[in-house]
T-cell receptor, first 109, second 113 residues
Framework: RKEVEQDPGPFNVPEGATVAFNCTYSNSASQSFFWYRQDCRKEPKLLMSVYSSGNEDGRFTAQLNRASQYISLLIRDSKLSDSATYLCVVDNYGQNFVFGPGTRLSVLP | DAGVTQSPTHLIKTRGQQVTLRCSPISGHKSVSWYQQVLGQGPQFIFQYYEKEERGRGNFPDRFSARQFPNYSSELNVNALLLGDSALYLC????????????FGSGTRLTVV
């Protein structure tokens, strides 16, 4: 089983739609979780950290379920500028980040 | 404030050659990590350095080596290049070994021909 798994997509959604991405991880000892966004041929950029209590930043909501080893990202009211690859990231004992393969999102006009 | 800077931005090398990639972290960041990203995949961890010591190594052959200097900048060296080493090499820095996330540089795109 891969350490971090994501549905690669692509997810093609119309502007204004709500879209959700899921991610599962295998290391139950992981302590830190993140969502990164990566535009084509650019570097990953931190979108948000993911906390056990869940967190929200504008149109973006992230949830963590430690019992199921599952992370989610919800994007409401999708914009064209949200088109990107979303990477689920899990830490490995503070030593390194383990990235999922990414989920590609295309928001269509 | 300057972000994470990497040089060069692009590089073309021949099989068997050696390459050195450079990274300057954000001021105040003591942790530097290196990642390799091939097209269509997520970044793969190569090395982590913190306070000039290697703190983690990914599943890469011994042809890959790195170091961190007293000013916290870092170099990644790859010897005996193979075609499969063609990738985007990303450097990332953090104040605290990633607890609050890493900030990535824009990467060095290496092509081995």
């Amino acid at each position: 089983r891969k350490e971090v798994e994501q549905d690669p997509g692509p997810f093609n959604v119309p502007e204004g739609a709500t879209v959700a991405f899921n991610c599962t991880y295998s290391n139950s000892a992981s302590q830190s979780f993140f969502w990164y966004r990566q535009d084509c041929r650019k570097e990953p950029k931190l979108l948000m950290s993911v906390y056990s209590s869940g967190n929200e930043d504008g149109r973006f909501t992230a949830q963590l379920n430690r019992a199921s080893q599952y992370i989610s990202l919800l994007i409401r009211d999708s914009k064209l500028s949200d088109s990107a690859t979303y990477l689920c990231v899990v830490d490995n004992y503070g030593q390194n980040f383990v990235f999922g393969p990414g989920t590609r999102l295309s928001v269509l006009p | 404030d300057a972000g994470v800077t990497q040089s060069p931005t692009h590089l073309i090398k021949t099989r068997g050659q050696q390459v050195t990639l450079r990274c300057s972290p954000i001021s105040g960041h003591k942790s530097v990590s290196w990642y390799q990203q091939v097209l269509g995949q997520g970044p793969q961890f190569i090395f982590q350095y913190y306070e000039k010591e290697e703190r983690g190594r990914g599943n890469f052959p011994d042809r890959f080596s790195a170091r961190q200097f007293p000013n916290y900048s870092s170099e990644l060296n790859v010897n005996a290049l193979l075609l499969g080493d063609s990738a985007l090499y990303l450097c990332a820095s953090s104040r605290d070994r990633g607890r609050d996330g890493y900030t990535f540089g824009s990467g060095t795109r290496l092509t081995v021909v």
